[in-house]
């Protein structure tokens, strides 16, 4: 945990000093996505020589999808009580986002975006991009991991000492670069802007998810509670939750979580406009959770408004600082 929580800090420290040089984000964009990738193809070789796998598909499928599901579920009904006081305490937070309020037409809605406004310094934060509810990006990692996968399957039918080695140096490569990009954005003068309150909204997203899942494992007969806590800790980042998982609680909950947290993910691009009329605004952000920066930052601006696509971008962002420090405690 701690190589892991230096790693990203020290990524953080370069690309806020480096946030200028548009070459180095590039590249460390590009080595970034190529990490992910190499993780879950290298985790799909070390989960193939694991008869459990095999044995356990239909359980870790099962269990998959009711921790993705008892994890949204918990990170939405924890943000009701705050979305209740921002809609009643408006002035509390809009007055320092300095956005448009939501309770304008549409039109101007649309006419309105963000990083183009002078009054606010996000530009390079918020992407504009058009949302669809399922591209070809979503099938990369399961394609990488099947890959890997199946290549030892065929020429590696014993599990060698350098797969461990790879995933780990992967592992360490991505979080440095992803820290990177957290220091180009640079959090903390967005959570200075836009209020310290927005701290609190991905924190008691990722309590609510793991607070759930811990209450369905302690019902269950087959869901451990620390499997548990660590896979709902992911909050939708399933490279680094996948990895860290299992190589500390073995390949079998890494994979539950990669399954659990990649669904996560797509099960809010697909359901985020009823999220936001049964659960209000913040549900999306919740169930985003740390993808709320970048892959589902699109449905929650359409579904819940330019001022919610702030607040679910600075979630996200702080998110992906969390989640490899918080998912490290579990062994």
């Not at 209740?84 to 007055?95: A, E, I, P, V």
């Not at 490279?239 to 860290?244: N, P, T």
């Not at 601006?301 to 696509?309: T, V």
Request: glycine share 8%; aromatic share 14%; with cysteine.
């Amino acid at each position: 945990m701690l190589t892991i929580m230096l790693l990203i800090v020290l990524g953080i420290v370069i690309g806020f000093l480096f946030r200028k040089t548009a070459s180095l984000f590039t590249v460390s964009n590009f080595i970034s996505a190529f990490s992910v990738y190499l993780l879950l193809f290298f985790m799909g070789i070390s989960t193939a020589v694991k008869k459990e796998l095999f044995e356990n598909f239909k359980i870790i499928g099962a269990q998959s999808i009711l921790l993705c599901i008892v994890g949204i579920l918990g990170s939405i009904v924890a943000l009701i009580p705050v979305g209740f006081y921002l809609k009643r305490h408006r002035s509390y937070l809009w007055s320092y986002l300095e956005l448009k309020s939501n309770e304008n037409s549409d039109e101007a809605n649309e006419d309105f975006i963000p990083e183009q406004s002078p009054n606010l310094s996000v530009s390079n934060y918020i992407p504009e991009k058009k949302e669809r509810l399922i591209t070809k990006d979503m099938f990369y990692p399961i394609i990488c991991f099947v890959l890997g996968f199946f290549f030892s399957i065929y020429f590696l039918p014993e599990k060698q000492d350098w797969m461990d080695k790879m995933v780990t140096w992967s592992l360490y490569i991505l979080i440095f670069f992803t820290g990177i990009g957290i220091g180009r954005q640079n959090a903390f003068e967005l959570i200075k802007k836009y209020h310290v309150f927005v701290i609190l909204i991905p924190l008691i997203a990722m309590f609510g998810s793991m607070l759930f899942s811990l209450l369905i494992s302690l019902v269950s007969k087959t869901l451990n509670p620390v499997n548990s806590l660590a896979i709902a800790s992911g909050m939708g980042y399933y490279s680094i939750s996948a990895i860290i998982t299992g190589q500390n609680l073995g390949e079998i909950v890494g994979v539950t979580a990669l399954f659990t947290n990649l669904l996560r993910e797509l099960l809010t691009m697909l359901f985020a406009p009823l999220m936001v009329k049964m659960f209000g605004p913040l549900a999306p952000i919740g169930s985003g959770g740390a993808t709320a920066m970048d892959t589902t930052l699109p449905f929650i601006k359409k579904s819940s408004g330019n001022e919610y696509a702030i607040i679910g971008f600075i979630s996200g962002v702080i998110l992906t600082i969390l989640v490899p420090v918080v998912t490290s405690v579990f062994h």
